[in-house]
């Protein structure tokens, strides 16, 4: 599976659009990208997946090139309680584990 | 909308003691999984099971450690003879199908080995 990386922190401010990039420089042609967020003392949640382009859902947007060497997550209008950490993950058709990195701490100031 | 549950919420055990840990999927879930966290890093793979079978699994995942699904519902980890390295917050997850689908973990367990 390709390596990921991506920031280990960020910081944000209530309102503000928070964009987190991933790298994953070895993406295989059947990869997806995939992004979780965890909140302190809970288990992961998924937040979006896709392959390329745009996908959007409630929550967030996903931005991957047509190379498919990174993604950026993008969270728009941020409060804090979106405080967590965001996971960035490649996974393949076949996937079933899922491979988790350190992720990016996102810290909120009001 | 419905939720992966585990019990219990935190174990308490002594080394060398057996731990049972129980998760029950969102029904119509046939994949499943354990993940463990030790706190401060990184959540890890241990095992996925489908169709009553390990499927997958990680180093991590060793002879002390089994899982079943032993009456159709709930699906149990098992740590044979506790260490205090087993100390951590251990995720179940379930997913309807395999390959790239979402996965749905519950709230965990944390197990305390003194």
């Known amino acids: 599976l390709a390596k990921t990386t991506q920031p280990i922190s960020m910081d944000s401010y209530e309102g503000q659009e928070v964009n987190i990039t991933c790298s994953h420089n070895?993406?295989?042609?059947?990869?997806?990208i995939t992004w979780y967020q965890q909140f302190p003392s809970q288990g992961p949640r998924f937040i979006i997946q896709?392959?390329?382009t745009k996908v959007t859902n409630e929550v967030a947007s996903l931005f991957i090139p047509a190379d498919r060497k990174s993604s950026t997550l993008s969270l728009p209008r941020v409060s804090l309680s979106d405080t967590a950490v965001y996971y960035c993950?490649?996974?393949?058709?076949?996937?079933?584990?899922?491979?988790f990195g350190k992720g990016t701490t996102l810290s909120m100031s009001s | 909308e419905p939720e992966v549950t585990q019990t219990p919420s935190h174990q308490v055990t002594q080394m060398g003691q057996e731990v049972i840990l129980r998760c029950v999927p969102i029904?119509?879930?046939?994949?499943f999984y354990w993940y463990r966290q030790i706190l401060g890093q990184k959540v890890e793979f241990l095992v996925s099971?489908?169709?009553?079978?390990?499927?997958?699994k990680s180093e991590i995942f060793d002879d002390q450690f089994s899982v079943e699904r032993p009456d159709g519902s709930n699906f149990t980890l098992k740590i044979r003879s506790t260490k205090l390295e087993d100390s951590a917050m251990y995720f179940c997850?379930?997913?309807?199908?395999?390959?790239?689908?979402?996965?749905?973990f519950g709230p965990g367990t944390r197990l305390t080995v003194t």
């Open positions: 997850a379930t997913s309807p199908r395999q390959g790239p689908h979402e996965q749905y």
């Open positions: 029904s119509n879930h046939l994949y």
């Open positions: 099971f489908y169709n009553n079978e390990i499927s997958e």
């Open positions: 896709g392959y390329k």
């Open positions: 070895n993406i295989a042609t059947n990869d997806y």
């Open positions: 993950l490649v996974r393949n058709q076949a996937g079933t584990a899922l491979i």
